[in-house]
């Protein structure tokens, strides 16, 4: 199943899956990862659902930013290898 996810992900796993670079890795950073993603999805929800109450659309572009950030955080902790982890956190 995990593979099958990781090719309908790929576009979003192919800028931080090159193996050429050294990294440093540690298993926090995947826990780290997760607990980034959650807040930015649910920040992205709750301006979702203001945006719509309040009937002003302009909110959704910020909503719209927040998902995208929080799903690509949750997508690499979750699908990604070691490197692809290391490598949004910048650590080589």
């Not at 995947?30 to 992205?44: E, Q």
Request: glycine share 6%.
């Amino acid at each position: 199943m995990k593979t099958l996810l990781q090719k309908i992900f790929w576009p979003i796993l192919q800028p931080f899956e090159s193996e050429a670079e050294e990294y440093t890795y540690k298993p926090s950073h995947r826990k780290i990862l997760f607990a980034v993603a959650v807040p930015f999805l649910l920040l992205s929800f709750g301006v979702f659902f203001v945006s719509i109450t309040s009937s002003i659309y302009s909110g959704l572009v910020p909503g719209l930013i927040f998902l995208v950030i929080g799903l690509v955080c949750a997508i690499v902790a979750s699908l990604g290898s070691d490197h692809a982890v290391a490598k949004i956190w910048r650590n080589r």
